[in-house]
């Protein structure tokens, strides 16, 4: 599903119109990066919870020539699904 059909099919459950709909998940979504982007994590019920954890700098070998680099430490953005929904997408949507 894309995010043209996202929004369509959001507006139609809700009544809504497409714009409108477009205009809140944009809206969704800018909240999230922002919270995000602060370091803060976020716990959606029956779904999952979102959290930002930081990489520690590492040294890595590349195997073709031998060389050893140095890759900076960095954020990384995590998702651990509720065990409700870790359930019902193990049995196919069913439950």
Excluded at 22 to 46: D, I, P, W
Aim: cysteine-free; glycine content about 6%.
């Amino acid at each position: 599903m894309n995010n043209k059909e996202f929004i369509s099919t959001l507006a139609q459950k809700e009544g809504l119109l497409q714009r409108d709909t477009q205009k809140l998940v944009n809206l969704l979504v800018a909240e999230l990066t922002a919270q995000f982007e602060s370091g803060h994590q976020l716990a959606v019920q029956n779904f999952g919870q979102f959290e930002v954890k930081k990489k520690m700098e590492r040294v890595v070998v590349n195997p073709s020539t031998g060389q050893r680099m140095l890759v900076p430490p960095k954020l990384v953005l995590n998702f651990k699904t509720f065990s409700a929904l870790r359930e019902r997408t193990q049995k196919g949507g069913e439950a």
